[in-house]
């Protein structure tokens, strides 16, 4: 953290001191801190939306839906990193990659069944998230592809086999393994596209790819079943099969696809993160349910998303003082 604020500092003094160069005198004063300010789009869906009560109050008024909450990584780099980054958070919980792309999303709230039901659930559709990018933008971050993967369907799926077979073996692998590399071939085929599209629209903004955090511990022996606040039913066999054949190569076809694009880079959030998994004392992730019983469904709270913010920031500042 150190060297990150003093890289804020520097970063910060250097652009104010530019910004003021090269505007009139007269209305320095009044212009600089607009001028110094870098565009920022943050792109995403829940584990950047922050969504869960874990992850903070959402704070739209009216709410669209979308449950970007205070919490989030993108919002608590916005209060630390002040007027030198002017953002925009069209994150969404639920969003697909195509939904940031190219496609219109009809935002869930917080209308879970048979967990939760949402009052304002319908919501208005919410325009394909890639149009909050322009040719201005200074910063794009995205973090998308669980949604594409269908990691919350194999959750459920794995969370039901689980308890049929009373906590034994491995019925979600058996039941699902064979289609887990054409979901992951799905990722990396609609990531390739959406930055294609996003280098399109900010043609001169640096692509920050965030993955995502460890959510199983190694030693699955951490897990408790029906431990609910972690992973319920899910045997443990089940839970080493999802951190090994489905989210590490899940990640790992994020970081590829990144390293295929120019102007993109990956930010690591598995390994900073390999001790705070769900079952960990001090987690970072939100087991099935909260600590209060509520829906988290296996989501990122308020530390989880400071240790994010850590990271991207970092990202960021780099991508624009690349010295």
């Known amino acids: 953290m150190t060297h990150f604020r003093k890289r804020l500092t520097l970063l910060g003094s250097t ?36 969504v869960i009560p874990a992850a ?44 940031i792309t190219s496609r219109a999303q009809e935002p869930i709230g917080r209308h879970l069944p048979p967990f939760s039901q949402d009052p304002d659930y319908p919501f208005p559709a919410v325009p394909p998230q890639s149009s909050a990018v322009s040719a201005t933008t200074n910063v794009i971050t995205v973090g998308a592809g669980g949604n594409t993967l269908g ?8 969370l039901e086999l689980g308890q049929s077979n009373e906590g034994k073996g491995t019925p979600c692998k058996d039941d699902l393994g064979a289609g887990i590399p054409a979901r992951l071939a799905k990722v990396s085929s609609d990531y390739d596209k959406m930055l294609t599209v996003l280098h399109e629209r900010g043609p001169k903004a640096k692509i920050l790819a965030v993955g995502y955090p460890t959510v199983i511990p190694n030693d699955t022996a951490k897990c408790t079943r029906n ?9 443990s066999g089940d839970l080493a099969w999802l951190r090994t054949d489905v989210l ?28 705070h998994s ?20 296996v989501h990122p709270n308020a530390a989880g ?17 690349p010295s």
């Open 305 to 321: 998303h400071r240790n994010a913010a850590d990271h991207v920031t970092n990202a960021v500042l780099s991508s624009l003082d």
């Open 151 to 158: 990691f919350a369907d194999i959750l459920m799926k794995c």
């Open 227 to 235: 431990n609910w606040q972690q992973f319920g039913s899910i045997t």
């Open 248 to 275: 590490e190569p899940f990640n790992q076809a994020i970081e590829k696809s990144a390293g295929s694009h120019d102007a993109t880079s990956y930010v690591n959030l598995y390994d900073s993160s390999a001790n």
């Open 15 to 50: 652009v104010a001191f530019a910004a003021t160069a090269i505007v009139p005198t007269q209305i320095a004063g009044a212009s600089s801190a607009a001028a110094a300010s870098y565009e920022w789009v943050a792109l995403g869906d829940s584990y950047t939306a922050g």
């Open 56 to 99: 903070g109050d959402t704070f739209e008024i009216p709410r669209d839906g979308c449950e970007r909450t205070d919490r989030s990584y993108p919002q608590v780099m916005d209060r630390d990193l002040g007027a030198l980054i002017d953002l925009t958070n069209v994150s969404c919980g639920a969003a697909t990659i195509e939904d």
């Open 278 to 297: 769900v079952c960990d004392t001090s987690n970072w992730v939100v087991g099935v349910l909260s600590s209060n019983l509520e829906p988290a469904l």
